[in-house]
């Protein structure tokens, strides 16, 4: 395993170039893009090759059934929440559900986040219109701001220079606390000394905390070692979607001479752009990182044994993901051909539930949201197609929220269409806020224990 630090090279990928590319931002000066590309090209690279390496490794044990992976975080990470408290209650949610899945479930959990790099969005439309005013769509602080003034919403590529800064602070934080003794195992009380400590979900984790206390004080006085208890594996990741960004920290590892794209561990391709002889499936194609894409369900079997063909010509486990997200009233009937025909041609994909996207709708109010029942039917949607199939419910990918935030409805909380004016806060699409994310932890877990 390459150990290494990836070498510049100007131009390792670019064979993407002039094929369409879907959801670029409109840049209005190319000299402006030219020179924040150029400031990207010569800055270090946020991850490495032996990183994304690992985590290849970690989701080929996913592909074969012998862990889980839990992936989640921002809708949308926007730049004034590069704070150590808003990273810190990120990574706290996930250790706590990847806490709730391994002990439940007695299975390895890997562990990656929708963050350090999740700051451009695709949209359903270009443009957005209030009271007869028409400008761009937000498409993530990456690319322009959130504020609807004609100022704000023009793209600005210097903002591809403050996602890498803002990536490269927040990915600093989570490397220390993920390794410096916050994530160690015997502070999983720890973890829960604010609001969930007293809503249902929070009780129920804090009495399976005080089970893993039990078990650790057994291991102590076993003599086992507990030193692998004090650290945790933790991998980034977000949807490779602006390409002149992902080109330009592009790097080829010296030891390999293989190019990764070092903006982040794992890149996804988005529904939008998932187009076989588009510029982002060609670009994902040449990198060597963990790759996945997401699957509606308009996706045909077909389409996903040409994209396998594509990005995984060699069928290499722990190379390809599929997320699914079809929504609670279509997962049952439109993702058992999809497994079973995938499943038949050989290939060992690792598939995810995303039951956050397909199960958007707008409240009474006006706000957009999602009913945590429709989000946990999905999952269990998934699992129980998995289960009659005999292959492995491989994951699921979560937009949350460390906060006490009111985006969606439902829970152990009871968060119903009025509170949702009381704290929401997303940039985009609603998230769980840390009581349904237990929720729906402690519901995963269940059904990786019946199987």
């Known amino acids: 395993m390459s150990t290494a630090t990836p070498t510049l090279c100007e131009r390792p990928v670019d064979t993407w170039r002039g094929m369409p590319a879907a959801q670029q931002p409109q840049w209005p000066e190319s000299r402006a893009l030219s020179a924040a ?48 408290a808003t990273i810190r209650t990120k990574l706290t949610i996930l250790l706590q559900m990847a806490v709730v899945l391994t002990y439940a479930a007695s299975m390895p959990v890997v562990k990656v986040g929708r963050i350090a790099g999740q700051y451009a969005k695709p949209r359903s439309k270009p443009t957005e219109t209030r009271s007869g005013i028409t400008l761009p769509a937000y498409r993530g602080d990456g ?46 009380h720890a973890w829960n000394q604010d609001f969930v400590a007293a809503s249902p979900a929070g009780k129920r984790y804090e009495t399976l905390a005080g089970e893993i206390d039990r078990a650790l004080a057994f291991m ?55 187009d076989l002889d588009g510029a982002h499936v060609e670009y994902f194609s040449r990198i060597r990182n963990p790759i996945a894409v997401k699957l509606g369900p308009t996706v045909t079997a077909d389409t996903a044994l040409a994209l396998i063909d594509k990005l995984d010509p060699a069928r290499e486990p722990g190379r390809l993901t599929f997320i699914i997200r079809m929504g609670a009233d279509l997962v049952r009937e439109k993702l058992p051909d999809l497994v079973r025909r995938v499943t038949d041609s050989g290939a060992l994909i690792t598939w995810v539930c995303d039951p956050m996207h397909a199960n958007t709708f707008a409240a009474p109010s006006g706000h957009k949201t999602r009913r945590l029942g429709a989000v946990l039917d999905e999952v269990r949607g998934f699992f129980e197609v998995h289960r009659a199939l005999g292959t492995h419910p491989g994951g699921i990918h979560v937009e949350l929220t460390g906060d006490d935030v009111t985006e969606c409805v439902g829970g152990s909380t009871e968060i119903a269409f009025d509170d949702l004016g009381s704290r929401y806060e997303s940039a985009c699409d609603p998230r769980l806020n840390r009581s349904q994310s237990l929720d729906l932890a402690f519901l995963v877990a269940e059904m990786l224990r019946e199987r």
């Open 37 to 84: 590309t150029g400031d990207l090209r010569r800055s270090p690279p946020l991850v490495i090759a032996s990183e994304c390496d690992l985590l290849r490794q970690r989701l080929a044990a996913v592909a074969r059934g012998e862990a889980f992976l839990l992936q989640g975080g921002d809708c949308a990470e926007t730049f004034d929440t590069v704070t150590t």
């Open 143 to 188: 690319v322009n701001g959130l504020p609807f003034t004609a100022l704000a919403r023009t793209p600005d590529p210097r903002r591809l220079v403050r996602m890498y800064q803002a990536s490269a602070i927040t990915l600093n934080l989570l490397r220390a606390l993920t390794t410096g003794g916050y994530a160690d195992l015997h502070k999983v």
């Open 220 to 274: 102590n006085a076993c003599g086992v070692d507990p030193r692998e208890l004090h650290r945790v594996e933790f991998f980034t990741s977000h949807e490779g979607l602006v390409l002149d960004y992902e080109a330009a920290l592009t790097r080829v590892d010296s030891w390999t001479g293989l190019p990764y794209a070092t903006s982040g561990h794992l890149l996804w391709i988005g529904e939008r752009t998932r």
